[in-house]
């Protein structure tokens, strides 16, 4: 009898032990803003705003500006927000890490006029030579980050036909950038190209951009938009499990207009159209926590988006993304103060 006691505590414990193996477990949920870069230097600290919400993390992005079917990635002129240069960053994340606030730095390649997911070249010089350029554009910043131990790196954001093209550059660079910086390292996927990204397994985490177009109602219900996202859960928890890391959601946001829950970047046209909506934004925030937050393999996210002392909008602040001084501010609040 003692025997089969001892044999079953000893199939418990190693039953236990191959489930910590296999599972990835997020202890605390990434609660962070994306920090617009500010056009020039602080006059009061920007900490303390986002203090008020509750939030534990803040998402730096010093942009990079490329032209279609051009090479090179232009980076760091004084025509830049100070924000966006590398003093500028220095400056937010010692701010950041003395306010107790981690930091992931999110380089980002601009395009005029068009976007970098349809980004292609059609023959392999032009590709050696875009990868070059890139490659010192994300490599300045990484370096930054490891001087100033930033807590994650992403190399990447939404490169979907690149990421799909290039897998041996983008190894390559991934590669070149563990031996030096020690954080955690993460791409930033499109919402409808995660599936196609083959480097997934030398990374730290499966990011997205989690624009999904849910419904073009105005104003729906927590209870609809989560009932929306039903479909959606079940696959991201399934690419959690086969890629065994967990999901981070490296944008996602709403603006505070009507039907905020659908094409982002097709409404975002239209803005000018139609009217404030704050509780549809409040909705669609509420919804998606409601969705994700309790979930181990969910690690969290980077909201869309935040004006540091009221800086960097573009002059339509009451129907953008960030929930600054409207009723979303309430939801974000709560949530990110729930652990």
């Known amino acids: 009898m003692n025997r089969i006691l001892v044999f079953v505590f000893l199939l418990s414990i190693s039953l236990i032990s191959h489930a910590q193996k296999s599972t990835h477990t997020v202890v605390q949920k990434i609660d962070g803003l994306t920090m617009v870069a500010p056009p020039r230097p602080f006059n009061s600290d920007p900490m303390l705003e986002i203090a008020e919400v509750n939030a534990g993390w803040i998402a730096l992005v010093p942009f990079g500006f490329t032209r279609s079917g051009e090479t090179d990635v232009k980076f760091g002129s004084d025509r830049q927000w100070w924000g966006e240069r590398t003093e500028g960053v220095e400056d937010c994340i010692q701010r950041a890490h003395k306010a107790g606030v981690k930091v992931m730095i999110k380089p980002q390649v601009y395009m005029h006029n068009d976007w970098v997911g349809h980004m292609d070249f059609d023959t392999e010089k032009k590709w050696k030579k875009w990868e070059d350029s890139y490659r010192n554009y994300i490599i300045t910043f990484a370096k930054l980050a490891a001087d ?192």
């Open 148 to 339: 100033h131990k930033a807590e994650i790196f992403c190399v990447g954001t939404e490169f979907k036909l690149a990421a799909k093209k290039r897998e041996t550059f983008w190894r390559s660079l991934i590669k070149e950038i563990r031996t030096f910086y020690k954080g955690e390292i993460t791409y930033s996927s499109n919402w409808d190209g995660y599936q196609t990204v083959p480097f997934w397994d030398d990374l730290d985490y499966v990011g997205l951009s989690a624009y999904f177009p849910l419904t073009n109602d105005k104003t729906p219900s927590v209870d609809d938009l989560i009932k929306k996202w039903r479909d959606t859960k079940k696959t991201l928890k399934k690419l959690s499990r086969r890629e065994g890391k967990p999901i981070l959601f490296t944008e996602y946001g709403y603006m505070s207009i009507d039907k905020c829950a659908w094409r982002a970047w097709e409404i975002e046209k239209e803005r000018h159209k139609l009217p404030i909506n704050e509780q549809a934004q409040a909705n669609a925030l509420e919804a998606l926590y409601s969705v994700f937050w309790e979930e181990s393999w969910w690690a969290g996210g980077f909201m869309w988006k935040w004006f540091p002392n009221g800086m960097g909008h573009e002059g339509y602040f009451d129907k953008d993304y960030t929930p600054q001084g409207k009723l979303a501010a309430k939801t974000v609040a709560k949530w990110f103060g729930s652990e």
